[in-house]
């Protein structure tokens, strides 16, 4: 049984490969193909890279795979810039892109990619059950005292939106990107700043709260106005690096 998996997995990596190589072709040509104009900022073409793969103005490729970035807040949009270049997060072509930009070059791209302000597609309906769909809600709204798990509306907002600059919204996001960001967690595969707090709660999900706070936050509608709020209602529950002391994100 486990040796038929590894066969068969062993047998898609190429595919696997020969796809990802074409992505990064198409990116790099999309790039190419402004180098033939006169472009009047070196950022369109960045920019250009990015949205080969991320999806018209960064809203996201159909595929699931892709996240979008489009009116992510800018903070935490630049954290994860930095996260990838740095290597808190793997991602070979990205860390290519990246390698060799500054850390204000990144925030400029981060800012650039906060304001796009593209309406969000409809949610899918999660094909699970009915109980599975509860537990993830009662996760996101309340936690799990028994467990020690946070409500994720603590830090991520009340309308799950994010809060500005730092936390992401967790609607609009795919259940497969959603699944891979928390599988990677509790992996060790996506880190954050220290102290990682999402690796903590990551580490107390079992696999089947995962695959439960995932279909049921992608199943839900992102609000009409989906911007992250501003400030924290109460204090994150526990510390997070990448938020400051005070509800702000620390510098670099
Ligand atoms: C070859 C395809 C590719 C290119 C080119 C690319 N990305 Fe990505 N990017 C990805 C993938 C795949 C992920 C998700 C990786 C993961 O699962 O952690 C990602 C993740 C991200 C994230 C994290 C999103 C989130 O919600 O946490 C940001 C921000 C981002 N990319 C920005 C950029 C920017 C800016 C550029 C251009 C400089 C760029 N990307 C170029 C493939 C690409
Ligand atoms: C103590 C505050 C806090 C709590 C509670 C919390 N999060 Fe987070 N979460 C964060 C921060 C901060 C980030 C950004 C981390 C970084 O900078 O990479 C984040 C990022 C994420 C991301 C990545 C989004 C993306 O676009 O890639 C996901 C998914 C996520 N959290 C899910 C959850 C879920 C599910 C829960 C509840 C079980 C939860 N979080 C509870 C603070 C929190």
Redesign the pocket.
């Known amino acids: 049984m486990h040796r038929a998996r590894t066969v068969r997995s062993f047998r898609s990596i190429p595919a696997v490969f020969v796809a ?1 190589l074409a ?2 072709g ?3 040509a999309a790039r190419d193909a402004y180098a033939g104009h006169t472009l009047p900022d070196t950022l369109a073409q ?2 250009a ?6 999806g018209r103005e ?1 809203r996201a490729a159909p595929d699931g ?5 489009a009116g ?1 807040p800018a903070g ?2 630049y954290e ?2 930095l ?2 270049r740095d290597g808190r ?6 860390a290519h ?2 390698a060799n ?1 500054d850390d204000a070059y ?1 925030n400029e ?2 800012e ?2 906060a304001t796009q302000e593209i309406p969000y597609p409809a949610p899918r309906t999660a094909n699970t059950t009915a109980a599975t769909l509860a537990r993830g809600r009662s996760l996101v709204v309340d936690g799990d005292a028994a467990r020690d798990i946070p409500a994720c509306a603590a830090c991520h907002g009340e309308r799950f939106t994010g809060v500005a600059p730092a936390v ?1 919204g967790l609607l609009g ?1 795919p259940r497969d ?1 959603l699944n ?2 928390l599988g ?1 967690w509790k992996n060790g ?2 880190k954050a700043r220290a102290p990682d707090c999402m690796a903590t709660i990551a580490s107390r999900l079992s696999p089947h709260d995962i695959e439960a706070v995932s279909a049921w936050l992608s199943s839900q509608p992102v609000p009409a106005d989906g911007k992250a709020a501003t400030a924290f209602s109460t204090k994150p529950p526990i510390e997070c690096g990448s938020i400051g002391r005070d509800g702000r994100k620390v510098s670099p």
Not at 89 to 94: E, N, S
């Open positions: 990802i992505m990064v198409a990116c790099f960045r920019v890279a990015c949205t080969g793969c991320h960064g795979f892709h996240p979008r970035i992510k935490y949009l994860q810039l996260n990838f997060r793997r991602h070979v072509a990205m892109l990246l930009l990144l791209i981060a650039h990619f992401p996001l990107y891979a960001q990677g595969l996506r």
